[in-house]
């Protein structure tokens, strides 16, 4: 990943509670790398002592603070301690003290479950009240409230930090938008989910471990300090994000309102798809293929004249060839024989003669017409 450039952060101060141990631990030490003054709060003063000296021993400087973040007076008097010792609080990062039991929330205690929420949920909100208290006339300071991924969908056994990481997402981008205009960023990191191990004891629930991100949590928040992603102020970074990607993206970020809790809307339902439009008629040339020209019609031969009539005698011209024949004056003869029993003269078929420009009639008698050559 490539980091960011950052400004300067020596002479700087940061707060960071729950430091005592895991990642608040982590993110102190690479701060005072980093060379911010680094003040150190949580319950536990041996490993708040333990921490300190490993921070001096490297060339820092480290202020041992032991308070109970949920008790108004005490993050009050811790705030007023540290701008007194080592000057204005530049940056606050809040990290919940975990390593308590996982918790079902059905059969486990609900005092216990509460004292969860209240402990994930009063440490950053009291934390955040005092601190923006002195950042906002100065208008200028950050704020990094440090999560597990537990707010990202439903926990049946670990509920107490799925909605107490959800009210703090929320406590996160409100916080951003009433502050953006004096100059200070509030962010949400996640430095991973925390693992959970068996405990000694069976029946208390297993044990909250280490969360993935922990080596690389205090990176991404010293990156943050040096104040290269304030655009990205409300937003929800995971410890393994390309920050200089982020960046880059703000705009797109911003008008897509992603990396915040916010509730999926229901999509409207998509329109059915249009029927296919009714197939164009058929050409004459589609609907059947084209006939063949008719052959010409060769001549008739005047001794097997073709008939279309079966009752007429053979030999009796169609009756498209009398066509302007002169009908007798006499009654038609019977299909019988006369009493004479002398048949009656059959009519000569009408000869016709071919020529390029068809068929004509040519009168019965009449000589047959040659075609010269």
Not at 126 to 150: D, F, H, Q, T
Not at 183 to 195: E, I, L, P
Not at 294 to 315: I, L, M, N, T, V
Request: charged fraction near 20%; glycine fraction near 10%; proline fraction near 11%.
């Amino acid at each position: 990943m490539t980091e960011p450039a950052a400004g300067p952060l020596e002479g700087q101060v940061a707060l960071v509670t729950g430091a005592a141990q895991g990642v608040g631990r982590q993110v102190a030490l690479d701060l005072g790398a980093r060379g911010m003054a680094v003040a150190l709060a949580a319950v536990s003063v041996e490993e708040l002592d333990e921490v300190a000296a490993e921070l001096e021993a490297s060339g820092g400087q480290a202020l041992v603070v032991p308070s109970d973040v949920t008790d108004r007076d005490s993050v009050q008097s811790l705030v007023g301690r540290v701008e007194g010792s080592l000057g204005p609080v530049d940056l606050l990062v809040t990290v919940a003290e975990g390593g308590g039991p996982a918790l079902e929330f059905l059969s486990g205690d609900t005092d216990q479950w509460w004292r969860a929420v209240e402990g994930a949920l009063r440490g950053p909100a009291l934390c955040s009240y005092y601190a923006l208290k002195r950042m906002v006339p100065r208008r200028r300071g950050r704020i990094v409230n440090v999560l597990g991924e537990w707010s990202l969908g439903p926990a049946p056994v670990l509920s107490e930090l799925a909605c107490s990481e959800a009210a703090v997402l929320r406590l996160t981008d409100s916080l951003a938008l009433a502050s953006w205009s004096y100059g200070v960023s509030v962010f949400a990191v996640s430095a991973g989910r925390v693992t959970i191990e068996a405990g000694p004891d069976p029946d208390a629930g297993g044990v909250l471990r280490a969360p993935a991100g922990q080596e690389t949590t205090g990176r991404l928040i010293s990156e943050l300090a040096s104040g290269c992603a304030d655009r990205l102020t409300g937003r929800f970074i995971r410890f393994n994000d390309d920050l200089q990607e982020l960046v880059r993206r703000a705009d797109e970020v911003e008008a897509e309102d992603s990396l915040q809790l916010r509730l999926l809307p229901l999509q409207p339902p998509a329109p059915a798809a249009p029927s296919p439009p009714p197939a164009a008629p058929a050409t004459q040339a589609e609907e059947a293929p084209p006939v063949a020209a008719p052959k010409p019609e060769e001549a008739e031969s005047p001794e097997a004249p073709e008939s279309s009539h079966a009752d007429e005698p053979a030999g009796s011209p169609p009756p498209s060839e009398l066509a302007g024949v002169p009908e007798s004056d006499e009654p038609a003869q019977s299909a019988g024989l006369s009493d004479s029993d002398e048949p009656p003269p059959e009519p000569k078929p009408a000869e016709t003669s071919e020529s390029g420009a068809g068929k004509h009639d040519v009168p019965a008698g009449s000589p047959p017409a040659t075609v010269e050559p």
